[in-house]
């Protein structure tokens, strides 16, 4: 004679199954969500790294006169008067820079560039300069396969406060005059090892050099666009201010997107970004927040 389970028995084992099967649902749900606020993070955690990454790279190759804060419609204004913890930010704020030419500087054994000028009159005048140890071909290859123009080429003396000095004044270096179409970054032509100047009232015997120079393909703008509750970091490039052109004329790419925080400020020669990026899991928001410093001596 078989025996069977009673149904107390019965009763027993579906409610302990049940209990077992609970507990390793709720386990199982529980590493569900713990894997995807885990991926979440990470996600988030590599977007707002990689956008410092790449705002960072930029401003190392930065002329630091030039740095001024940008609003929206095109108003400037000085990084002194711009509150990094300013909680109300819908006046966007962006930052706006002139770059040296790194790539024509640093990508040949012979620079394109070399950051030198031969002050000998033999060899300089008012309109034209020996730039000693330079293939500035080679320069200007490289700018015009950046900007699509062989004519885009800046200079600005670094050794120097004063750029012009006419009837016994001196004009000093500043910010604004760098944006200025006719202003104290002066456009170059790049031949051999030939800097020759061009344009406007820059011929006229008037500028002040110094031994030592850099050179600019392009100006950027980082500046942030609403976006919902939140906005997209855009970068600008490729315009020159040399030639009237502002940030609207330059080449717009996106940095990141979902951004709930973009600040800056300078200390002296160091600039620190910050930018926290917003990520959706579920009904829930994730925002991560990566910081930078660029340093410069």
């Avoid at 099967?21 to 606020?37: D, F, R």
Wanted: proline share 2%; with cysteine; charged share 20%.
């Amino acid at each position: 004679m078989k025996k069977g389970f009673s149904l107390i028995e019965l009763i027993f084992v579906i409610a302990i199954l049940g209990i077992v099967s609970s507990i390793g649902a709720e386990v199982l749900i529980k590493s569900t969500e713990a894997y995807l606020l885990q991926r979440t993070k990470q996600a988030s955690s590599e977007k707002a790294e990689l956008a410092v990454e790449q705002i960072a790279n930029r401003l190392s190759y930065r002329m630091d006169i030039s740095l001024r804060g940008k609003k929206l419609d095109g108003t400037s204004i000085a990084l002194s008067d711009i509150d990094p913890l300013l909680a109300d930010r819908e006046e966007y704020i962006g930052l706006e820079w002139i770059g040296y030419d790194n790539d024509s500087f640093a990508s040949s054994a012979v620079p394109g560039w070399s950051g030198f000028v031969d002050l000998d009159p033999s060899v300089t005048n008012y309109d034209s300069i020996t730039s000693t140890g330079s293939d500035l071909n080679f320069a200007k290859k490289v700018m015009s396969e950046k900007t699509g123009s062989n004519n885009n080429a800046a200079i600005i003396f670094t050794d120097t406060p004063n750029y012009k000095n006419s009837g016994g004044t001196d004009f000093s270096y500043t910010t604004n005059c760098l944006y200025q179409s006719n202003g104290c970054i002066f456009p170059v032509s790049l031949s051999g090892d030939k800097l020759t100047f061009t344009g406007g009232d820059r011929t006229s015997g008037e500028m002040i050099y110094s031994e030592y120079y850099q050179l600019a393909s392009s100006a950027y703008t980082l500046m942030p666009e609403e976006n919902g509750d939140s906005f997209d970091l855009f970068l600008y490039y490729n315009y020159q201010p040399w030639l009237g052109e502002n940030y609207k004329n330059g080449t717009k790419v996106l940095i990141a997107n979902n951004i709930t925080v973009f600040r800056f400020t300078q200390q002296n020669k160091t600039i620190r970004i910050k930018t926290c990026i917003k990520q959706k899991l579920r009904k829930k928001e994730l925002v991560t927040c990566r910081e930078k410093a660029v340093i410069r001596w």
